[in-house]
């Protein structure tokens, strides 16, 4: 069983930064992919960003430029900057970690509210 702890979150105006943490293991986050999905209201889950055990990162297109991910193989971390932030980032950031099966295990959410 694997359990992911996150942390951050919150509200912000438009054009302001949030950070967002999960910390699984340091087994963990050398071994398994890691990410950030989010989830808007009425919408299906969607990728963010991930990180593969090789150091690989992936972002989604309407991130590209403003979040940047990494990953603290120490404290068996990833976190995520998010900055310029916009009303349509507003959504649950959930962390998830896939093994290699494929199997995937979630945090339980954290809200980003993005307002004036």
């Known amino acids: 069983q694997v359990q992911l702890v996150e942390s951050g979150g919150g509200l912000v105006q438009p054009g302001g930064s949030l950070r967002l943490s999960c910390t699984a293991s340091?087994?963990?986050?050398?071994?398994?992919?890691m990410g950030w999905y989010r989830q808007i209201p009425g919408k299906e889950r969607e990728l963010v960003a991930d990180?593969?055990?090789?150091?690989?990162?992936d972002y989604a297109d309407f991130v590209k430029g403003r979040f940047t991910l990494s990953r603290d193989m120490d404290k068996g971390s990833i976190n995520q900057e998010m900055s310029r932030l916009e009303t349509e980032d507003a959504a649950v950031y959930y962390c998830n970690t896939r093994n290699m099966s494929g199997f995937s295990y979630w945090g339980q959410g954290t809200q980003v509210t993005v307002s004036s």
């Open positions: 340091t087994t963990v986050v050398s071994i398994y992919t």
């Open positions: 990180i593969a055990p090789g150091g690989g990162i």
